[in-house]
């Protein structure tokens, strides 16, 4: 069954810690991106990547790291430097071409990390 | 800079009544624009796009860059479109980015 997979669903976070939300994918996609997703702010791109080894950071990547070892995978890591980490966070991948048009991403079911 | 704006955070209409969700944007190069919906409980979808200038679920898009919108529209609202309607823009580098999300919520 082809798809993008986020877990855990749910997480919980003592204040301080470090902790990763794993997302995979076998759509065979260049392209992943992690999103944040609070009420009234949509989603807020935190990091993507384009490439195995290659990544970017979004517009609200401060607090956060990623890392791009297969294509397959793009885990984030939410670390204790992140002031407010308490929300729903969510995981696509798109095919991606340069020079052509993009196309659908596809997302996963979403973490909901709650700091305690 | 890329930027989507979605100015209403909520539309209430009655069934059969036609719909407009609102989205404007900024971006130096083209753009590249997409409507994503999310239905209760299941995960975020894409619904159109606009170089694909197609009807989805009696959907449309038109890009106009001289007022940089991508509004989207429908003649006569189903209960079933209730939802959470997202813009996109996707620039040349594929940083794909989201408005703040437009409720849609269709009376019976």
């Known amino acids: 069954d082809g798809g993008i997979t986020q877990s855990p669903k749910y997480l919980f976070r003592k204040e301080g810690q470090n902790v990763t939300l794993s997302c995979e994918q076998n759509l065979n996609h260049d392209a992943m991106y992690w999103y944040r997703q609070d009420p009234g702010q949509g989603l807020r791109l935190i990091y993507y990547s384009q490439i195995v080894n290659d990544f970017q950071k979004g517009d609200i990547a401060e607090g956060y790291s990623v890392s791009r070892e297969k294509k397959e995978s793009f885990p984030l890591t939410v670390t204790s430097a992140q002031k407010n980490p308490t929300a729903f966070y969510l995981c696509?991948?798109?095919?991606?071409?340069?020079?052509?048009?993009?196309?659908?991403?596809?997302f996963g079911q979403g973490t909901r990390l709650t700091v305690v | 800079a890329q930027r989507v704006t979605q100015p209403e955070k909520l539309l209430s209409v009655f069934k059969g009544a036609p719909v407009e969700l609102k989205c404007n944007y900024s971006y130096s190069g083209s753009p590249e624009l997409f409507w994503y919906v999310q239905y209760s409980r299941q995960r975020l979808q894409l619904l159109l796009r606009h170089i694909s200038r197609e009807s989805i679920k009696g959907f449309t898009a038109d890009l106009n860059k001289g007022e940089t919108s991508f509004h989207l529209k429908k003649p006569f609202a189903q209960e079933e479109d209730s939802a959470m309607y997202y813009c996109?823009?996707?620039?040349?580098?594929?940083?794909?980015?989201f408005g703040t999300g437009t409720l849609l919520a269709v009376q019976p």
């Open positions: 996109a823009l996707a620039g040349a580098t594929n940083k794909l980015i």
């Open positions: 696509a991948s798109s095919r991606f071409r340069a020079g052509s048009a993009n196309t659908e991403a596809f």
